[in-house]
């Protein structure tokens, strides 16, 4: 009978439940075990336990829903209604990457060292919700404002919720992911609808 075959994908999302169930001192051999595969042929895939425990935790931050999303720029549907659906799929995204980032700087791995060059992802998300931004006010549905600064504050408040929640153990906001979003939302909307005077 020849050995089941694991994919990349495979070994990391069991290495991810691994490290978020059991803390980020789990060994590789509770990992391997988990597979049914041997330690050594999870460290020839892989090379190390940082270089694994990197991959595995740094799967959620590869994730762009801002991508898909405003790629193309605003549509013909009222901005508010977009920003609402980009602000639910953002944070449907932070409640993976929140915890994972937490047991990166648990293992002592900076995550900051592996996402600091231009293309990745949480860069992308940023440069493309502040281009989708500008393009509002480009087509004049917006009142004017510094995009990147909008796009910056967006993401950050959207990442707020889960970390106290996850980090901070603040678990006193008792709403919906959605009544979140659509009342931060409504917050931005008053500072750029062309309807409020200023």
Known sequence: MRPRQFT???????????????????????????????????????????????????????????????????????????????????????RHVVPCMAMLHAAGINPAEHLRHEDAPPIQGRKILTRWFQQAIDQGRVRPFNPHIMAVAFIGMLKARPFREIILADTALKCSDRDYVVQLVDLLWAGIDLEVTP
């Not at 290495?15 to 059991?22: G, H, K, S």
């Not at 060994?27 to 991959?55: D, H, N, P, W, Y």
């Open 8 to 94: 990349d994908e495979d070994i990391l999302a069991a290495t991810q439940t691994c490290i978020l169930q059991l803390g980020p001192s789990v060994s590789t051999t509770v990992i391997a075990e988990k597979l049914g595969m041997s330690q050594a042929a999870l460290f020839k895939r892989f090379g190390t336990k940082e270089k694994l425990f990197l991959a595995a935790l740094s799967q959620p931050m590869q994730r762009n829903p801002i991508s898909e999303l405003v790629k193309d720029g605003p549509t013909d549907e009222p901005i508010r209604e977009q920003m609402i659906d980009m602000g639910e799929a953002i944070l449907a995204v932070m």
